[in-house]
């Protein structure tokens, strides 16, 4: 049983982190979103184990996306939030997670194109106003236009508590009544995801240029066993003596080009 109090922290949560992707993006590039999400989510439910595995999952799920030209894409925020907190609640683990979290994360595709409607019809009422030089309503209608009907309640605020508040009564029902083979299935899934969301990434990284790096990381971690801290550690270095070794083929060049300009 999630209680309101759970509920409310969960969905201020959301917002925030929501609130912060949109505009000043600390915890949305510098650190993993879903990871932070579902570790302060496990923390609120009691379980920041189950946290941390929910989030780790949605985030490698969520590589290489992104809402280009106005494209809507998964809200893994909204199906890490729901996930872990129905994952922990009912004592179901990641299989619970992903059952529940992968499909309100794939309907929040369709959240995000009616948010965009919604904000498109405040939009033009601002610019009503403000053509009929009524500016105080303008302002009133922004302002409460984006805390009631803006992307970011539309997108993690209203879903997340929906979803909570709905699905807290009815769970086990529901869990009970998904068949064995869809929830195996979607397990399968998720355990695909992530490599197709590192495919996806490695597509836009220039792999081919730095393949024996990739090769040497492979090596490290298959044949050495080696795990994931070391290896970024190793990386570092490499990176860092290339860079150095960069910088100063520039100071050589800027160097050798001032004398030949005083000859």
């Given at each position: 049983m999630i209680t309101p109090l759970q509920i409310l922290l969960i969905v201020l949560v959301c917002t925030l982190l929501n609130w912060d992707s949109m505009h000043i993006q600390i915890f949305y590039k510098g650190i993993g979103e879903m990871v932070l999400l579902g570790f302060i989510v496990g923390l609120i439910m009691g379980d920041y184990q189950m946290g941390l595995l929910v989030g780790g999952t949605m985030q490698l799920m969520n590589l290489g996306l992104a809402g280009y030209g106005g494209a809507s894409i998964p809200n893994y925020r909204i199906g890490t939030a729901v996930g872990t907190a129905f994952a922990v609640a009912t004592g179901g683990g990641l299989d619970t997670a992903l059952v529940i979290g992968i499909p309100a994360a794939t309907?929040?595709?369709?959240?995000?194109?009616?948010?965009?409607?919604?904000?498109?019809?405040?939009?033009?009422?601002?610019?009503?106003?403000?053509?009929?030089?009524?500016?105080?309503?303008?302002?009133?209608?922004?302002?409460?236009?984006?805390?009631?009907?803006?992307?970011?309640?539309?997108?993690?605020?209203?879903?997340?508590?929906?979803?909570?508040?709905?699905?807290?009564?009815?769970?086990?029902?529901?869990?009970?009544?998904?068949?064995?083979?869809?929830?195996?299935?979607?397990?399968?899934?998720?355990?695909?995801?992530?490599?197709?969301?590192?495919?996806?990434?490695?597509?836009?990284?220039?792999?081919?240029?730095?393949?024996?790096?990739?090769?040497?990381?492979?090596?490290?971690?298959?044949?050495?066993?080696?795990?994931?801290?070391?290896v970024a550690i190793v990386g570092g270095i490499i990176a860092y003596v290339i860079y150095g070794g960069l910088q100063k083929e520039t100071s050589g060049n800027v160097i050798t080009g001032g004398g030949i300009g005083d000859e």
């Amino acid at each position: 049983m999630i209680t309101p109090l759970q509920i409310l922290l969960i969905v201020l949560v959301c917002t925030l982190l929501n609130w912060d992707s949109m505009h000043i993006q600390i915890f949305y590039k510098g650190i993993g979103e879903m990871v932070l999400l579902g570790f302060i989510v496990g923390l609120i439910m009691g379980d920041y184990q189950m946290g941390l595995l929910v989030g780790g999952t949605m985030q490698l799920m969520n590589l290489g996306l992104a809402g280009y030209g106005g494209a809507s894409i998964p809200n893994y925020r909204i199906g890490t939030a729901v996930g872990t907190a129905f994952a922990v609640a009912t004592g179901g683990g990641l299989d619970t997670a992903l059952v529940i979290g992968i499909p309100a994360a794939t309907l929040g595709v369709q959240i995000d194109v009616f948010s965009k409607m919604i904000g498109s019809y405040v939009l033009h009422a601002a610019q009503k106003a403000a053509e009929e030089q009524k500016f105080k309503k303008m302002n009133r209608i922004i302002f409460w236009g984006n805390l009631f009907l803006g992307r970011i309640t539309f997108t993690s605020t209203y879903p997340v508590l929906i979803m909570l508040v709905l699905g807290s009564a009815c769970i086990n029902s529901i869990l009970g009544f998904i068949p064995a083979w869809l929830i195996d299935g979607l397990k399968t899934v998720g355990n695909i995801l992530p490599a197709v969301g590192m495919a996806i990434l490695l597509k836009y990284l220039p792999a081919k240029k730095y393949f024996v790096y990739l090769i040497l990381g492979f090596v490290l971690v298959v044949y050495f066993g080696l795990s994931i801290l070391p290896v970024a550690i190793v990386g570092g270095i490499i990176a860092y003596v290339i860079y150095g070794g960069l910088q100063k083929e520039t100071s050589g060049n800027v160097i050798t080009g001032g004398g030949i300009g005083d000859e």
